[in-house]
T-cell receptor
Framework: GAVVSQHPSRVICKSGTSVKIECRSL??????MFWYRQFPKQSLMLMAT?????????EQGVEKDKFLINHASLTLSTLTVTSAHPEDSSFYIC????????????FGQGTRLTVV | QQQVKQSPQSLIVQKGGIPIINCAYE??????FPWYQQFPGKGPALLIA?????SEKKEGRFTISFNKSAKQFSLHIMDSQPGDSATYFC????????????FGTGTLLAVQP
């Protein structure tokens, strides 16, 4: 199947700083990328949907000014957690779909963010 | 209406057993139902998916059964192995422009040797 690479796999940052997570589709063009957040032993909660070249669509309750999403190319989307706090510590996962109309989503390996 | 309910929360079977995980949905607009397998510290990996025009789909040891009238679907793992021990998530989505998936709550499966 298609490969989605996420980087970094783990990051520790200090409270108040910002951290950027990258999501790349390695062997296909991803018209749409999704960002999820997962707490321990819980399900994946969709944070936002990003389409290449347009603004991300955020789910209800997700602060768009805190979680900045950029999808500048067909192979790269980034999530920046701004002014991070300990409660932002979580497992962040991206996924990508190959084309509009298809629903097969391929997931990255996730990023474990710890804010200290 | 956007929820996908998954059960059981956890499941223990012996090697060779057939664990069954069930999901139910409300939104009749859903037209795509995938199952994902997730190991600790990793992203989910697509196992198998079904669309509402068929009632069953098999891929290797994994089978999805789909009941459109009941709005339910389930995953069966044949001849389960210890390596199948993982968390399994069902999901539901609507094709088209959004391709958004709604995930179930997950089932932690342990296959004992």
């Amino acid at each position: 199947g298609a490969v989605v690479s996420q980087h970094p796999s783990r990051v520790i940052c200090k409270s108040g700083t910002s951290v950027k997570i990258e999501c790349r589709s390695l062997d296909f063009q991803a018209t749409t990328m999704f960002w999820y957040r997962q707490f321990p032993k819980q399900s994946l909660m969709l944070m936002a949907t990003s389409n290449e070249g347009s603004k991300a669509t955020y789910e209800q309750g997700v602060e768009k000014d805190k979680f900045l999403i950029n999808h500048a190319s067909l192979t790269l989307s980034t999530l920046t957690v701004t002014s991070a706090h300990p409660e932002d510590s979580s497992f962040y996962i991206c996924s990508a779909t190959q084309a509009r109309g298809l629903t097969e989503a391929f997931f990255g390996q996730g990023t474990r963010l710890t804010v200290v | 209406q956007q929820q996908v309910k998954q059960s059981p929360q956890s499941l223990i079977v012996q090697k060779g057993g057939i664990p069954i995980i069930n999901c139910a949905y409300e939104n009749t607009a859903f037209d795509y139902f995938p199952w994902y397998q997730q190991f600790p510290g990793k992203g989910p990996a697509l196992l198998i998916a079904i669309r509402p025009d068929v009632s069953e789909k098999k891929e290797g040891r994994f089978t999805i059964s789909f009941n459109k009238s009941a709005k339910q679907f389930s995953l069966h793992i044949m001849d389960s192995q210890p390596g199948d021990s993982a968390t399994y998530f069902c999901a539901a989505g609507v094709g088209g422009a959004t391709n958004k998936l709604i995930f179930g709550t997950g089932t932690l499966l342990a296959v004992q040797p």
